[in-house]
């Protein structure tokens, strides 16, 4: 089975997607943790939309009955770091290729949040134009401060985004686990769903909009150009510095 797999058209039916306009993709990467591999992949995979699709929106799910997304895969990246110091810069600097992808795709993005979104998987899902959330099932967490591992700015800048600042300095400080509930209390996800109503939801929700790829990608380049200086001027180098670091 493919880590990255899509589909439009007849298959958005078998969903209860009947628009062609609409892109499914799903992550079926166990915890879909991210490495090369994986990121490469999606990259690939969000490219390959964009250019063989007329689809206008992206809808992203996972296909874990529990795991939306646990972030870096830190079995992969931690012994890197000691044994392969440019596989391990040349990965950070691929994973905000990824955060800068979602930021500025020319389609409006949806992240169907269908269990927990850890680290790295919670700032992907900020990375997104909206959120729907499991109800029933997952949390949304930031634990780096459990873990001893700083952010770069840009990943800061990134979750500030979709994340109301008062919400984002508990959830940095305290490893505060998020539900679907406080999400929406908070304007992080548009609604939390039950696991049968979230993909209908959230194609619903796309197959409503039908915007212009143009004006889109347009728009976005706006709206997220301070994200994206930061991420291109201030953590390039800090990654060639060895990352950031608590010493």
Request: net charge negative.
């Amino acid at each position: 089975m493919a880590l990255i797999e899509w589909t439009t058209d007849d298959k958005i039916a078998i969903l209860s997607m009947n628009s062609g306009k609409i892109a499914i993709l799903s992550m079926n990467s166990g915890e879909n943790r991210f490495n090369p591999g994986f990121l490469t992949e999606f990259l690939a995979v969000l490219d390959e939309i964009e250019q063989n699709t007329d689809a206008n929106a992206l809808v992203v799910k996972s296909n874990h009955e529990k795991i939306f997304s646990n972030g870096i895969d830190l079995d992969w990246l931690l012994p890197t770091i000691q044994t392969d110091v440019a596989a391990s810069k040349s990965f950070l600097h691929q994973l905000n290729e990824l955060f800068k992808r979602m930021l500025l795709y020319p389609m409006i993005t949806i992240a169907a949040i269908t269990g927990h979104a850890f680290a790295g998987g919670a700032m992907l899902c900020c990375a997104f134009d909206f959120r729907f959330m499991r109800a029933d099932r997952g949390f949304l967490c930031l634990p780096e401060v459990d873990l001893k591992m700083p952010f770069l700015p840009g990943m800061t800048a990134l979750i500030k985004k979709a994340v109301p600042m008062y919400m984002c300095e508990e959830m940095q400080l305290t490893a505060k686990r998020l539900t679907a509930q406080e999400c929406e209390k908070h304007h992080i996800i548009r609604k939390a769903c039950s696991l049968d109503e979230i993909m209908d939801e959230a194609v619903s929700f796309a197959k409503g909009l039908n915007k212009d790829r143009k004006i889109v990608a347009k728009l976005k380049e706006v709206l997220h150009a301070d994200i994206i200086r930061i991420m291109e001027t201030e953590d390039p180098p800090i990654i060639e510095a060895g990352g950031p670091s608590i010493s």
